[in-house]
């Protein structure tokens, strides 16, 4: 971090200015805005602790401190070890991942539509991804891995919705409704191939389809944490051009920014995050709500907090995830439920609102 | 398509009762054909002899018999009364709200119904007639919702986000729901079948407790029908025609809420009947209300019943659920209507 | 940085010579309705030139398609000589704004913020802010008189210091070509002076100036150049002075005119304006 001294004089308090001189050539120079560092790490801090919580937190009878750190690094009894390290910290880990990835969608998807309400969840990723992954449960034909069929499904109701309102854009309200219908179909599809297999396997799905931890297969688990973090990087570099295309598409256009590609390439990631964290934990899709607006609030006004979404995605899941463990123990509530209840309220807030933007 | 309701709606009262006429008989047709057709070993020349038969005193098939008259007529009924009540109560909804998207399954009224029947579970009530009138109460809960909604500053002349309210709506009570059923076992296993929203498995006695409150619907609707023909043309102008608007809308939301509320407890929530019914109505017969209404009457069931025999027959021996199916009919027609150029309004 | 700020300056990459924008065989539609065919235009450098006609002409259309929101059906637009779509978008910012019709800014977003964004095609993810994007947004802030409201939000100022703001972003942008969607409707009197006086100082700074209204009468008191469209063809062009007559008035709304001379300016005025017993319906063609 370098002193103001050496920045331009068109020093901000509110910013700090990384720089990197380059002898006669103009120095590198990256902003980064105090507010929204702050905002990081303190989510990076909630994080930590909630994973620490989470960890200690279960049926079995709970840990110290120590013996729980012990059990982490492998030094504990072999019975802690087994607990924390089979059985919590993929949980944990699976939480991280997918809240990360379902919030950086979320907030993704909200700046290309210049719409707060406007997640994949409701314009039907969530829906199209979860009636192909049980498809490919099921067995329905198709012998696909379930990451690569909820993908599939994530970008066949990604196609639908923005494909049937090409025309009137996706501005307004109205291709959020026509995301919903997309969305009904194919919630009516999952419970049509659900009713045709036996109560056993429907009654194994039930968490599934409403959005729980309790599955996570590992290859899911691998191939999300493998897209995330290229997504994150991909988010970052997009962050500029996303928060200029905030203005208006002619502004942006006039500004230099490839304002189509910018929005494909957005939403594109936006449709791979869900699809993969949606055969990891179910549709979780308020979490793409909830998490982005999270980090709104913490951060700067007029950034597109795209680390900060990701981050507040992760502690939204992990702490919803160590309340549905609690809250009615020994009953697991299943995470989606919980976000659920959470979201649905904010939602109906922004919504009906009249002082409250819908910008994000 | 457009043609044919371009010379369909050409209206003159008279075409009215020819198309009424038409639709009725077609009802008809289907009704026989739920009769005759299962998911089951009975097919439809066995079933048919059976009919036949069913006035004598004793059949020699007498398992086709128990068939029809134990299992395909009740469903046939539920699936005739069910229909009409939701048909008739989409139609009255986007009146009041001036909104042709409208339904009740989308608005929330019947979440709001399935949640206070899910929870009078929950607390131990048990007989039907009770259930009805809770499910009533709990349509009632999510009209009012709906109406507040809409009263709000800018959400009544914004049919779309009304929508997306009452889908939020839907969702939070869905996951309350869900919620009560985890916690309680007994209750799962009471409402597991009833809230996928089905015609299957119901019994005649199950519709007498609704017929007090559908007459009393019944009635109002033919109050109604005029001042709320009325109201489509303003709120001023129904005020200049005598009407009193405020106490037309409580109404009207008391007899939705009768009827959402009755099929709700009937056969479970059933979404886009209230969407789609209406909506072929006024492409079928014009905007204006009464008349929407009349046709309504055949379309309901018309469309309840056909859903219902498709869901037999689609993946046999098992069945489809009924809101699946309407869900796979009715989305596209709402992803349709929105796509328009513009929105049709009322 | 121990030296002092050095002056904005155009960009190296940008050629000297006066910009030279001009439409060869343009054809604009959108979808299938066709609204401009077959074009050729030539747009004076470092003058203000104005694009006037009635509504639904072709002249914002013609403006999308110089800015390239609209792509061409047909034809090229040039600028300096080689086709606007054969450059980068980026490069091609650092020669060309564009000020849409009433653009919003998002809530809360300060003057200065927004004059900022104009530096977007000069930066990079890893040159995000350098010496000359300081002092080109506080020249742009000078110019445009906004300095001591620099961080005020812009949805909390009047109309023409909305419109002077967003005016700064595309000052900000150092291009030397700048395009004008309707930069005065819905502005009072007073904030259309304001923002005329503007761009006719721009113009004597050197840069080229294009924009589309509505309002003949300040076309021809501040324009350099009026092009006159009808149904999408170019039906006169010129000084204003020697271009607007009555027949054109009458050609282009359907009025009757008296033309004068306005003794302060010398620019042609429009008065006693009345609509035309006998509009001839193929006076178009």
């Not at chain 3, 924008?21 to 077959?38: C, F, K, N, P, R």
């Not at chain 3, 080229?208 to 324009?223: G, K, N, Q």
């Amino acid at each position: 971090m370098t002193s103001p001294v050496d920045a331009p004089n068109a020093v901000r308090q509110d910013k700090y200015y990384l720089a990197l001189p380059l002898g006669q050539r103009p120095p590198l120079r990256v902003i980064v805005d105090k507010r929204n560092l702050l905002a990081n790490l303190l989510l990076l801090g909630l994080l930590i602790l909630l994973a620490g919580v989470s960890l200690n937190t279960g049926s079995a009878a709970s840990l110290s401190l120590p013996a729980t750190l012990r059990a982490l690094f492998g030094a504990g009894s072999p019975l802690d070890t087994f607990v924390i390290q089979e059985l919590r910290l993929p949980r944990i880990v699976a939480g991280v991942v997918t809240g990360g990835a379902f919030a950086l969608a979320g907030c993704l998807m909200q700046t290309v539509a210049r719409n707060r309400l406007a997640t994949p969840g409701i314009v039907g990723l969530d829906n199209g991804a979860t009636a192909f992954a049980v498809a490919s449960v099921v067995g329905a034909g198709i012998s696909l891995a379930p990451p690569a069929m909820a993908l599939t499904g994530a970008a066949v109701a990604a196609a639908l919705t923005f494909g049937l309102t090409g025309r009137i854009g996706v501005r307004g309200y109205r291709f959020l409704v026509a995301g919903i219908g997309v969305g009904a179909v194919f919630g009516a599809l999952t419970q049509l191939m659900l009713t045709r297999v036996s109560i056993d396997a429907a009654n194994a799905a039930y968490p599934w389809t409403v959005g729980s931890l309790n599955a996570r297969p590992d290859h899911a688990v691998l191939s999300l944490s493998l897209a995330l973090l290229p997504a994150l990087l991909a988010g970052i570099w997009l962050t500029r051009s996303l928060t200029v295309l905030r203005l208006s598409d002619a502004v942006a256009i006039s500004l230099g920014i490839a304002a189509g590609r910018c929005r494909m390439v957005a939403l594109s990631v936006a449709v791979i995050l869900t699809g993969l964290a949606v055969a990891v934990a179910g549709p979780v899709g308020m979490v793409a709500l909830i998490g982005p607006e999270f980090a709104r609030q913490l951060s700067a006004k007029n950034t597109v907090p795209v680390v900060g979404a990701t981050l507040a995605g992760a502690v939204v899941m992990v702490a919803a995830d160590l309340l549905g463990r609690v809250i009615l123990a020994p009953i697991e509530v299943p995470v989606g439920i919980v976000t659920a209840l959470i979201g649905s309220p904010l939602l109906l807030w922004i919504l009906l609102n009249p002082n409250a933007r819908t910008a994000p | 398509m457009r043609v044919l309701t371009h010379y369909l709606s050409f209206g003159k009262p008279r075409s009215l009762i020819g198309l009424w006429l038409g639709l009725s008989g077609l009802l008809i047709a289907i009704a026989l054909l739920s009769l005759l057709y299962g998911a089951g070993d009975v097919g439809p020349s066995r079933a048919w002899q059976a009919l036949q038969d069913l006035g004598a005193a004793a059949s020699y098939d007498s398992e086709a018999r128990f068939v029809i008259a134990e299992l395909r007529a009740p469903r046939l009924w539920i699936g005739l009364v069910v229909g009409v009540a939701l048909g008739v109560a989409g139609a009255l909804l986007q009146a009041v709200t001036r909104n042709p998207l409208a339904e009740p399954g989308l608005l929330g009224v019947s979440a709001g119904a399935a949640f206070a029947v899910t929870l009078a579970i929950l607390w131990g009530a048990d007989t039907a007639t009770l259930r009805v009138s809770v499910a009533q109460l709990g349509a009632l809960g999510g009209c009012l919702c709906v109406l507040a909604a809409a009263r709000l500053q800018g959400i009544g002349n914004d049919p779309v986000r009304l929508i997306l309210a009452g889908a939020i709506l839907s969702g939070l009570l869905h996951s309350l729901s869900s919620l009560i059923l985890l916690y309680d076992q007994h209750t799962a296993d009471e409402i597991r079948f009833w809230v996928v929203g089905s015609l299957a498995g119901r019994q005649l006695d199950d519709l007498v407790p609704l017929f007090p409150s559908l007459g009393v619907a019944a009635l109002l609707t033919i109050l109604l029908a005029r001042p709320l023909a009325a109201l489509a043309l303003g709120e001023h102008v129904a005020i200049g025609l005598g009407h009193h608007p405020r106490v037309v809308r409580l109404l009207v939301i008391v007899v939705v809420a009768l009827l959402v509320g009755g099929a709700t407890a009937a056969a479970g929530p059933i979404a886009f009947v209230g969407l789609v019914v209406p909506f072929a109505a006024r492409a079928l017969a014009g905007p204006d209300i009464r008349r929407t209404l009349w046709l309504c009457l055949p379309l309901g069931p018309i469309v309840v019943v056909s859903a219902d025999i498709v869901s037999r027959l689609v993946v046999p021996p098992s069945e489809l659920p009924l809101g699946v199916l309407t869900a796979l009919i009715g989305a596209p027609v709402l992803i349709g209507v929105v796509r328009g150029r513009r929105l049709p309004t009322l | 940085m121990t030296h002092d700020a050095p002056a904005c300056e155009r960009d190296a990459t940008q050629p000297d010579i006066a910009p030279d924008m001009t439409t060869q065989g343009l054809s604009l539609a959108y979808g299938s309705v066709a609204v401009i065919e077959d074009l050729d235009l030539q747009l004076p450098a470092g003058q203000v030139t104005a694009i006037v006609g009635p509504n639904g002409c072709g002249k914002s259309t013609l403006l999308a398609g110089l800015s390239r929101l609209l792509k061409p059906r047909g034809g090229t637009v040039l600028l300096n000589g080689t086709d606007i779509r054969h450059q980068p978008t980026r490069q091609l910012a650092k020669r060309l704004a564009l000020l849409p019709q009433q653009p919003h800014a998002p809530e809360a977003l300060t003057v200065a913020e927004l004059v900022r964004f104009g530096r977007h095609p000069h930066q990079s993810w890893l040159r995000q802010w350098s010496a000359d994007d300081k002092a080109c947004v506080d020249e742009a802030l000078e110019l445009t008189g906004l300095t001591t409201l620099a961080e005020r939000p812009v949805d909390a100022l009047s109309g023409g210091q909305r419109q002077r703001t967003w005016i700064a972003m595309a000052i900000a942008q150092q291009t030397a070509t700048l395009l004008l969607d309707e930069p005065t409707s819905a502005l009072d009197l007073g904030h259309q002076v304001e923002v005329y006086e503007l761009i006719q100082s721009l113009a004597a700074s050197g840069k080229t100036i294009v924009m589309v209204i509505h309002d003949l009468v300040s076309a021809c008191r501040y324009a350099d150049h009026l092009i006159a469209m009808y149904q999408g063809h170019v039906i006169a062009e010129g000084l204003p002075s020697q271009t607007v007559t009555p027949e054109l008035v009458k050609r282009l709304y359907g009025v009757d005119c008296t033309l004068m001379t306005d003794p302060a300016t010398g620019a042609p005025l429009l008065t006693n304006v009345r609509r035309t017993r006998d509009v001839l319906d193929g006076s178009a063609t």
